[in-house]
């Protein structure tokens, strides 16, 4: 098997480990209701609402919430296949944002994605080696269509696939199989940076469990940064070095994972965890049940959006939306209980 150089294309930008590899300042997307005969905007779906977090070289970022909190619109603002209503996001010190079509093509190389879909994600009219190969021509990574069939080959059989597959069609391949051919086709620009959305969820238990040290082994051997978005906790537990609790299009809390799960603070990080299934019938645990359902992100409530659901609700909670209080060793909530005891995060 020919060894895959994962520098191959980082020759032109080679990412500065003194700083966070992605670095993303009060980010916004809004995406905006138009009714009438003029699509008038009317008003607007306020998915991601001033997000701020720090991604560090060959780390994995977590990012959990229920559905609908602004996820996957994170992970895709993020590499601006979607534009932002405001903020801004940089690469090595790169505003994302503020690139040229040249330039945004070149930075394209070192941030790729994993969807969620490993049926709907892969071109059912393409073979596996048009899927996985069509960038490095497009790049010009390889100089021909024999040396990227190679070289997708070589991909497969890192990924767990035998590299006779790649004149086979998406049709021919389990669940499994397709996403282990969607991580192949963003390993094929030898990225630093991957953002995973929701990449095991449509898979079966076991197969999660492989394709998850299957991501392991790649990070440690091509030094990959991930931001690993997921609804489900235990997974999260298992491959991520620090985690970010999204609600309604806010981040709530941070932390690094073990911190975060002996020591939840925020109440709707305890309510996550608490509902997380033990494999023990006689444990006992305290489920904290949330009244109600979330609340529309086209209209938001006022202060703390998750006032009107928190079991621990006081009269300021509706009126003031609360900072992001800093709790010690890179533990950050965002909730008035700590006011007293914690000081504000420091905005710089």
Not at 55 to 60: G, K, L
Not at 97 to 107: F, I, K
Not at 156 to 184: M, T, W
Request: with cysteine.
């Amino acid at each position: 098997m020919t060894t895959i150089d994962p520098e191959t294309s980082r020759a032109e930008l080679q990412p500065d480990s003194s700083r966070p590899l992605v670095e993303v300042q009060h980010l916004k997307k809004w995406f905006p209701i138009k009714r009438g005969l003029f699509s008038r905007t009317v008003g607007h779906v306020k998915a991601v609402d001033d997000v701020s977090f720090h991604i560090n070289h060959s780390e994995t970022v977590g990012l959990v919430g229920e559905s609908g909190c602004g996820k996957t619109t994170v992970g895709r603002t993020l590499l601006n296949l979607i534009p932002p209503t405001d903020g801004r996001v940089y690469y090595d010190g790169q505003d994302v944002y503020n690139l040229d079509s040249m330039e945004l093509r070149d930075l394209r190389k070192h941030m790729q994605i994993i969807f969620q879909d490993p049926y709907s994600s892969l071109n059912p009219r393409m073979t596996v080696a048009n899927i996985v190969g069509e960038a490095m021509l497009v790049h010009k990574i390889v100089g021909s269509q024999e040396e990227a069939k190679a070289k997708v080959g070589d991909l497969l059989e890192r990924c767990g696939l035998d590299r006779k597959y790649v004149n086979r069609y998406p049709h021919e391949f389990s669940g499994g199989q397709r996403q282990r051919i969607g991580i192949a086709r963003a390993l094929a620009l030898s990225p630093s940076s991957i953002v995973c959305d929701e990449a095991v969820s449509a898979l079966d238990v076991s197969i999660q469990a492989q394709v998850i040290n299957l991501l392991m082994d790649l990070q440690k051997e091509f030094q990959l940064s991930y931001l690993f978005i997921a609804h489900d906790l235990s997974v999260v537990r298992h491959i991520s070095d620090r985690v970010l609790v999204m609600y309604l299009g806010e981040i709530v809390e941070s932390s690094a994972t073990e911190d975060l799960f002996e020591r939840p603070s925020h109440p709707y990080t305890r309510a996550l965890l608490s509902a997380i299934p033990i494999p023990d019938p006689d444990a006992n645990v305290d489920r904290i049940l949330l009244e109600g359902d979330v609340p529309t992100p086209i209209n938001p409530p006022s202060g703390c959006h998750f006032h009107t659901r928190c079991p621990e609700v006081m009269d300021r909670c509706s009126r003031e939306d609360p900072p992001m209080f800093d709790l010690g060793q890179g533990h950050c909530a965002k909730c008035w209980l700590f006011e007293d005891r914690f000081p504000i995060v420091d905005p710089a």
